[in-house]
């Protein structure tokens, strides 16, 4: 009538009858010093531990029987390997593996995450093989420092790409693409809209602009506007940049105020930007507003000629007949200029900004 709970057999090992639903025959056989027994019987579930502090489960019965270690660390079984094994060089293909590049393979490999590297340095397809780099980015323009191969290539945060074509520190590069329509721009040289000029005598207030083309990245560093008759003393003249996102690529939204010139004096008026101003290649919008509500308002320089582009129209007649110098849009007889320069309308008495350029990238 004694129920057997456990029992230490005849060859040393301590079995248990098991609780219901783990009643599978299994033994604890003992320790060994490390690792599974290399010698003796077992039978299936026996177990040791070791001293290392793993625990080895008997699989297959047999001296000594086919032994897997379960807990600690390592892999315990690897394709015809067992035991603690370590995955070496070769186990994996690397297309197997995430983020890792396969390169026996010429199949597409998928990557997730950012892949960080110095460089790209694609081997080309066929009929594209000469050697190419992507090799980062800048702010704006060509690198000014570090050293660089033929071929290679970056893009700046204007939207420019740049190719070295002649290796060196940092190289000789190339702008491509990016719309460049007219000779590039120069540092330590003035520039202005290129158009014929005359003098006109705008209306107090009235903000207006002609279009400007700048062909490549450059920073300026001063403006003027050259006043041909004195207005009411103390009168002054805002000038101003804007880009050309407004509506049928009028102007949009402000790029610089650049402040006030007098325009209470005979003189080509300039003055020094606070700080100097980047502008990327494109189309802009380049004007001035006579400011102090002056009983006669100063002449000053103007185009009196189509500009390098049209701006839309609202209607066929419109865009047939429409000679417009540049535009006008709202009144600012004090203050600095809005933010974004709003609704827009042609107009023939366009001044003429100039623009100093200090470097180019």
Not at 53 to 81: H, L
Not at 228 to 235: I, L, P, V
Not at 304 to 328: E, R
Request: glycine share 14%; proline share 6%.
């Amino acid at each position: 009538g004694t129920t057997v709970q456990f029992q230490v057999d005849k060859s040393g090992g301590v079995s248990v009858t098991g609780l219901a639903g783990a009643t599978a025959a299994s033994r604890y056989a003992g320790g060994t010093a490390s690792g599974a027994p290399a010698s003796g019987t077992f039978l299936l579930g026996d177990y040791v531990i070791d001293q290392t502090g793993k625990i080895w489960i008997c699989t297959t019965a047999g001296t000594p029987g086919t032994w897997t270690q379960i807990g600690g660390s390592g892999v315990s079984t690897f394709n015809t390997r067992s035991g603690a094994v370590v995955p070496a060089s070769g186990d994996y293909a690397a297309a197997q593996v995430t983020n890792a590049a396969d390169t026996s393979s010429s199949s597409a490999q998928v990557f997730t995450g950012n892949v960080s590297a110095p460089a790209l340095l694609p081997t080309g397809l066929t009929g594209a093989t000469a050697t190419s780099r992507i090799v980062g980015a800048t702010t704006l323009g060509t690198p000014a420092s570090g050293t660089f191969a033929v071929g290679d290539a970056v893009v700046d945060q204007s939207g420019a790409m740049y190719i070295c074509v002649t290796a060196g520190t940092p190289g000789t590069w190339v702008r491509v693409g990016g719309g460049i329509t007219a000779q590039p721009w120069a540092a330590n040289y003035w520039y202005a809209p290129a158009m014929s000029n005359s003098t006109v005598t705008p209306t107090a207030g009235v903000m207006r602009a002609v279009p400007l083309n700048v062909p490549n990245p450059v920073t300026i560093d001063q403006v003027g506007i050259e006043v041909t008759s004195a207005g009411t003393a103390g009168c002054t003249i805002r000038i101003f940049i804007y880009d050309a996102t407004g509506t049928a690529g009028g102007p949009g939204n402000l790029v610089l105020d650049a402040g006030t010139v007098a325009g209470d004096a005979v003189a080509v008026s300039t003055l020094t930007l606070g700080s100097p101003q980047a502008l990327k290649a494109g189309f802009y919008w380049f004007g001035i507003a006579v400011q102090g509500s002056p009983a006669l308002s100063p002449a000053v320089r103007n185009v009196n000629s189509q500009p390098p582009f049209m701006i839309g129209q609202t209607t066929a007649a419109g865009a047939s007949s429409a000679f417009n110098y540049g535009v006008a849009g709202a009144t600012i007889n004090t203050g600095g200029a809005p933010g974004t320069w709003g609704a827009w309308s042609n107009t023939g008495t366009a001044p003429k900004p100039i623009l100093h350029v200090t470097s180019v990238p």
